[in-house]
Every structure is written in structure tokens, then in C-alpha cells.
């Protein structure tokens, strides 16, 4: 059973950074998915198993970067320029083993954190 634990969320101002950390029990394709209340969950940023291969929504294009440490199992999301609108709970997510590849669709991913609350104050 693949275990992801997220840490790093928190309260920051309009323009601060945060970022997030995602310690999984292997190496895997990851994404990071967000939601906010009463909105859909929606995908964020993806990396694949080996992290040559990286995409992300147009929201955060340029302010966020997935990364990763493989051997170590952990992804992080490093989350310049915030804004209030990136308010949201936000769950990292693995993909099945056999898949190496991103994706943007969240029926990909089985194995999901519990996730961190981030807040933006404006």
C-alpha cells in the first residue's frame, strides 16, 4: 500500500512562497492536486517517476515548481508569488507503479495524501 504524507502548508501573505513536501513510500509518478471549499478538486502540477518530465495548470504556470528526490520518495512544490486565489487545501497524489508518465487527470492517481491547508492572505 503506497503511503503519502504532505507537510509544509501554512498561512503566508499575497506574494510570499511556501513549500510543500510530499514523503511517499517509493518512487512514483506524483501530482499535486488543490481544493478549495466548495470547488471542484483541481490538478496543479505533475512529475514523473524518474522527474525528467514535469507539467503544470496555466494558473501556476511560472510561480510553482514540482520537484523531486528520488531514492528518498519525496516530491516537493515550491510555491512562489502566491496569491489569495491559491487558497486551498492541497493533496499530493501517486499514480499506479507501472505508469512513469504525468498526468493531468486525477482518476489516475489511487493513492492520495491527507492533505495541507495553504491560506494567502491579501
Known amino acids: 500500500q503506497v503511503q503519502l504524507v504532505e507537510s509544509g502548508g501554512g498561512l503566508v501573505q499575497a506574494g510570499g512562497s511556501l513549500r510543500l513536501s510530499c514523503a511517499a513510500s517509493?518512487?512514483?509518478?506524483m501530482g499535486w492536486f488543490r481544493q478549495a471549499p466548495g470547488k471542484e478538486r483541481e490538478f496543479v502540477a505533475a512529475?514523473?517517476?524518474?522527474?525528467?518530465?514535469?507539467v503544470y495548470s496555466d494558473s501556476v504556470k511560472g510561480r510553482f515548481t514540482i520537484s523531486r528526490e528520488n531514492g528518498k520518495g519525496t516530491v516537493y512544490l515550491q510555491m512562489n508569488s502566491l496569491k489569495p486565489e491559491d487558497t486551498a487545501v492541497y493533496y499530493c497524489?501517486?499514480?499506479?507503479?507501472?505508469?512513469?508518465?504525468?498526468?493531468?487527470?486525477?482518476?489516475?492517481?489511487?493513492?492520495w495524501g491527507q492533505g495541507t491547508q495553504v491560506t494567502v492572505s491579501s
Open positions: 512529475i514523473s517517476r524518474g522527474g525528467a518530465n514535469t
Open positions: 497524489a501517486a499514480r499506479f507503479g507501472m505508469f512513469r508518465g504525468t498526468s493531468y487527470s486525477k482518476d489516475d492517481y489511487p493513492y
Open positions: 517509493g518512487d512514483y509518478a
